[in-house]
């Protein structure tokens, strides 16, 4: 479960954390999700963030309140006792599925107004391939699950995909989860500048619980979502 996590975070005029207000990753992973091996980490990294200290924002020359995302690397580097030079060091970490985990933050950072650090990338496409890549267990392919969904929210269209009039398709590849939550979330085609309203929308998804011998199990599959050009 390694890679980058966000952590939206309040900062406050002399460059404190004040609070942590959301999630994006790790990698993948819905902001939604609930799984308690996310949560960990999770809980891990807003300590971490807890932790860093910013340059103040400022207008003119008056620090002011800000709030941005703060980008940490979720993963088992190896870490001298006490942290390196230039990082907090948190961790290690047990999650629910029995591995260990560490969270680096920067020790210091630059705030602005609207972000500290753009959310993480996703990762190459590994999740639907007929195996859950977080816990190790198979799950069962769904193909294209538009029209099973019982929610499926349209992204909003987004200011600079406009300004270029970017339209076409987009294609989610999802999991999951057993309770019919979406677990895992990545564009892997269509115009870039439409991909991430795309993975947002796919995340608030929601399908009803798919049954494998009376037992609950996991769908991978591709969402897909088709824009046209105001």
């Not at 999802?174 to 439409?194: K, N, Q, R, Y």
């Amino acid at each position: 479960m390694g890679g980058s996590l966000s952590v939206l975070v309040s900062i406050d005029r002399n460059g404190n954390v004040t609070g942590v207000n959301g999630f994006r990753g790790p990698g993948n992973i819905c902001s939604s999700t609930t799984r308690p091996s996310v949560s960990r980490i999770r809980d891990a990294a807003a300590n971490a963030a807890r932790t860093v200290r910013f340059e103040p924002a400022r207008a003119g020359s008056i620090p002011v309140e800000s709030t941005g995302w703060l980008l940490l690397e979720v993963g088992t580097p190896k870490v001298e006792s006490g942290g390196t030079t230039g990082t907090t060091y948190v961790g290690p970490v047990t999650s629910g599925d029995g591995q260990r985990y560490t969270v680096i933050a920067p020790s210091t950072a630059t705030s602005t107004f609207e972000n500290i650090a753009p959310p993480p990338p996703p990762p190459p496409p590994g999740v639907g391939t007929g195996n859950d890549s977080v816990a190790g267990r198979r799950n069962l392919s769904g193909g294209v699950l538009n029209g099973k969904a019982l929610s499926l929210p349209r992204p909003t269209y987004p200011p600079a995909a406009r300004a270029v009039k970017a339209s076409g398709a987009v294609v989610v590849q999802v999991l999951i989860d057993e309770d019919g939550s979406l677990f895992t979330a990545t564009a892997v085609s269509g115009h870039p500048l439409l991909r991430a309203a795309s993975t947002l929308s796919a995340c608030e998804a929601r399908f009803s619980p798919t049954l494998l011998e009376g037992k609950p199990v996991k769908v991978s599959g591709v969402i897909t979502y088709n824009y046209v050009a105001p």
